[in-house]
């Protein structure tokens, strides 16, 4: 049989296996990786040893990943179109904290020194 005598065929999706647009582990990837760049701006900038909650290190590092914890859980119980508005806002968030961290890495923000 040579090569030219077979029809070419395409694997579809089974009914057990969606698209990889229609999956959660690519945005639950991503909101890991981003948790994990944003831990590290503030283990690089924050103050470990404040007795403030609100100014310590571990404050703001247990926050991120109970917020990463909390959106992976959450997207996982709802579902559908609600868990991908709610792992679109928390992607759009950790950015947004993350450029904050950038933007205001020197300077005093509210009552928090985050320059040491």
Same mark, same amino acid.
């Given at each position: 049989m040579s090569t030219t005598d077979r029809t070419?065929?395409?694997r579809r999706p089974t009914a057990e296996r969606l698209p990889i647009d229609e999956q959660f582990w690519p945005v639950n990837l991503l909101l890991l990786v981003l948790g994990a760049v944003v831990s590290g701006a503030i283990a690089v900038r924050a103050d470990f040893f404040t007795p403030r909650l609100l100014?310590?290190?571990w404050t703001w590092l247990a926050t991120v990943w109970l917020i990463v914890g909390l959106v992976t859980l959450g997207?996982? &119980?709802l579902g559908d &179109?609600?868990?991908r508005r709610l792992q679109l806002s928390a992607v759009l968030a950790i950015l947004l904290i993350l450029f904050l !961290?950038?933007?205001f890495g020197d300077r005093?923000? !509210?009552w928090l020194d !985050?320059?040491?």
């Open positions: 070419p065929t395409t100014g310590s290190g997207a996982w &119980r &179109r609600a868990a !961290l950038t933007y005093e923000v !509210l !985050l320059a040491q």
